[in-house]
Every structure is written in C-alpha cells, then in structure tokens.
C-alpha cells in the first residue's frame, strides 16, 4: 500500500491554476504535518509550502507567497495545494509529504508533473 498518491497535475498556460492533490492512507494522516516540495530538472529539491497537524500554521516558499495555498482536509486524509498565477519557472515535479516530529516518521508520495508552458 503507497501511503501517499498525488494527482492533479499536468500542462497549464501561464497564469492558469492547478489543484494538487495528496491523498493517504496507512498511518494517522491527522498526526502528520503535510508538506509539497517541487523538483525541477537540474535543481534541487525544494519545499514549496507546510501545514501543521491541526492546520493552523502555514509556511510558504517566498516564491510563491500569495500564489500558492496549502490546506488539509482530515477527514478525506488529503492534503491540497491550490496553484494560482503559474509561471513557467512552477515547471518541476510536485511531491507531497508526511512527517512526524514524535516519531521521526516520514513518508512521500511518487510525485506529480506540473508543467507551465504556452
């Protein structure tokens, strides 16, 4: 069982929106602070934005600080990011993933290809 599965990516034109999503099973999603980190070809892995155990805490990479919004939803185990305003330099491969500060538990999802290009 993969306890992460993202979906929802895909090409999109500049300034167009997507909506990731990272849906889990096989540990208590509700325990687990959520995160999305986009790789892009030659790049480092980077993290794009974090939501806390109770959502209440949100960080954002400085690049896409009011374009970008991360929020979970613990009922569906699911953890979304709406893109807003993409730009070509958003082109990366989005992975989502679950982490534990009490038990040092982490998991990551496959992955998902977002691509902005005209």
């Known amino acids: 069982q993969v306890p992460l599965v993202e979906s929802g990516g895909g090409l999109v034109q500049p300034g167009g929106s997507l909506r990731l999503s990272c849906a889990a099973s096989?540990?208590?999603?509700?325990?687990?602070?959520m995160g999305w980190y986009r790789q892009a070809p030659g790049k480092e892995r980077e993290l794009v934005a974090r939501?806390?155990?109770?959502?209440?805490?949100?960080n954002y990479a400085d690049s896409v600080k009011g374009r970008f919004t991360i929020s979970r939803d613990d009922a569906k185990n699911t953890v979304y990011l709406q893109m807003n305003s993409l730009k070509p330099e958003d082109t990366a491969v989005y992975s989502c993933k679950a982490e534990s500060r009490v038990s040092a538990r982490a998991y990551w999802g496959q992955g998902t290809q977002v691509t902005v290009s005209s």
């Open positions: 096989g540990f208590t999603f509700s325990a687990y602070i």
């Open positions: 939501i806390t155990k109770t959502g209440g805490i949100t």
